[in-house]
Structures are given as structure tokens and as C-alpha cells.
């Protein structure tokens, strides 16, 4: 099982859109997908219709108070289960900034799930902002999937991504944080400066961008308002296929790295033995 952050400091990238329709893409692709949504604007868990729901979120479990297992519900698709979302866990930044394991509280409450080996993945929606859900989310997280919207100053953003898995690497949180992937998002191909701007990103950071980019779209846009993915509002639009492509690369990369983790590990095992 593998937990994956999908977050940018920024908002109106594309980070909840893309937890989403990421989440339900892989779904579709018969994969066991928990969505965490972390922000308390709760917009991963309207997209799927079910806001209004009170004291189901994160909130209790991050406090040690209730067990996770309890705050899984299923979504519309199978294989896909969400935990929702409440104005609860805007308090929970105050309570757990109180306690002295305030960096490790998330990923303390996922060990359960990663034990069982409950899901295939597990994606967290995290807030616009560097806080202590945010935080907390990048030190569960074995890596990060960072949506970028094609505009000038995305490489901006970019560099202080990476300056914030130094700090987390750094600081014992989680040592083993990787960026795992940058989605270039809002791309409109009717101008220059879309084109111009993920050339530019993947000059500087090469096979860590998705080949996938996610169009400007006016459906993708409006699927919250009806509580749905895009993959359910226009399945065979632009916005559909793009995040079913996304979720076909993500597997492969998925699959690279194991392979590539379990080589590793038996060369060192075979030096260990000689």
C-alpha cells in the first residue's frame, strides 16, 4: 500500500480536481483507493455528494480518540471509499499543534491501514496552506504529487515544494518523502504560453512530470457543483480521458518502482551474503 500526499501551497491548481478524478480513475482500474479529504472546505467530499455529513471526518481519530477504520465510507464507485471532510478538523490544527508528536499524529493514525494492507493506495487531499494538516500529510505520505497550473510563475511554486520535502526529510518527519510526480494542469492549447510553460517545467525537472496534462475545462470545473468526478459528469470528455490517462501513468510509475525497490534491495542482499 502506498499513501500519496497530492498537495501545492497554492490554490485553484487543480489538487482537489485531481484527487478526485485520480481516485476514481484508479477505481475504475480495479484498484482498492481510500480518499482522505484533509481540507476543511471539504470540497473532495462535495464532489462526491456528500457534504453535511457531522463528525465523520479525520478529526477524532488525528486526536487518538476514535479508530480510522470507523470513518470509511464507501463512495458511488466500487472499490473507491472516501473519509469525509468536516469543519471539525480546522480545530483539530489547534489540537494537535498542542501535543508533542503534533508532526507524526497522521501517520500514527494510517499505520493501522497500512498493517492490514487495507487499499492499494491512499490519497490525501490536502489543505492550500502549509499548516499542521498539511504537515502532517507530507510525513505519512511516501510521496507527493504536485498539481501545477501552466502559468508564469510555476516554477516558482515548484522551488518551494521542493524547499518544504527538504524541510520535512530534514527534520526526522519522514526521511523517505519523495516528490513522486508534478501534474501540469489548466493547460490551454490555444495559447503559447501553456506550451511554453510545461517546457519549461520539464527542462528542469525531467521524468518527475507527467507526460499527462490535464486540460482547461469548463465541465471539469463545474462536476463539484453536481457532486460528481468528471468520470461520471462527461465520461468521454477531454477532462475523462485525461485523468484515466493520468491514472494508466501513475500505475506505471507505480510499477517501475517496485521493481526497481525490489532489485535494489536483492543487490544489496546478495552483497551482504558474499
Known amino acids: 500500500m502506498k499513501v500519496i500526499a497530492i498537495a501545492n501551497q497554492k490554490g485553484g491548481v487543480g489538487k ?9 480513475a484508479l477505481a475504475e482500474k480495479e484498484q482498492r483507493v481510500l480518499l ?6 471539504g470540497n473532495a467530499t462535495s ?10 471526518s479525520l478529526y477524532g481519530a488525528l486526536l487518538g480518540e476514535e479508530p480510522v477504520t470507523e470513518k470509511i465510507l464507501p463512495t458511488r464507485f466500487e472499490r473507491l471509499f472516501i473519509i469525509p471532510a468536516d469543519i471539525d478538523l480546522a480545530g483539530a490544527e489547534i489540537e494537535i499543534a498542542r501535543m508533542d508528536d503534533h508532526l507524526s499524529r497522521l501517520a500514527q493514525t494510517l499505520r493501522v491501514l497500512r498493517e492490514d494492507n487495507a487499499f492499494d493506495f491512499i490519497l490525501l487531499d490536502c489543505p492550500p496552506s502549509l499548516g499542521i494538516l498539511m504537515t502532517n ?9 504536485t498539481p501545477i497550473q501552466c502559468e508564469y510563475f510555476a516554477l516558482e511554486g515548484l522551488v518551494k515544494i521542493v524547499r518544504l520535502i527538504e524541510q520535512v526529510r530534514d527534520s ?3 526521511r523517505s518523502l519523495e516528490l513522486g510526480g508534478i501534474l501540469m494542469t489548466m493547460f490551454d492549447s490555444r495559447t503559447n504560453l501553456s ?3 510545461v517546457a519549461e517545467v520539464r527542462e528542469h525537472f525531467g521524468e518527475r512530470v507527467y507526460q499527462t496534462v490535464i ?15 468528471i468520470l461520471e459528469h462527461e465520461p468521454s470528455g477531454p477532462g475523462a480521458k485525461a485523468y484515466r490517462a493520468l491514472a494508466e501513468e501513475f500505475l506505471q510509475r507505480a510499477t517501475t518502482a517496485s521493481h526497481s525497490k525490489r532489485s535494489k534491495s536483492e543487490v544489496e542482499e546478495s552483497r551482504g551474503e558474499s
Open 16 to 24: 482537489t480536481t485531481t484527487a478526485v478524478n485520480l481516485a476514481a
Open 137 to 145: 500529510a507530507l510525513a505519512a505520505a511516501d510521496e507527493l504529487i
Open 215 to 229: 486540460p482547461r475545462s469548463v465541465r471539469l470545473s463545474e462536476a463539484p457543483s453536481f457532486g460528481k468526478p
Open 36 to 41: 482522505i479529504d484533509l481540507d476543511p472546505q
Open 47 to 56: 464532489s462526491f455528494g456528500l457534504q453535511g455529513l457531522e463528525g465523520q
Open 195 to 197: 506550451a511554453q510553460v
Open 172 to 174: 526526522g518527519a519522514n
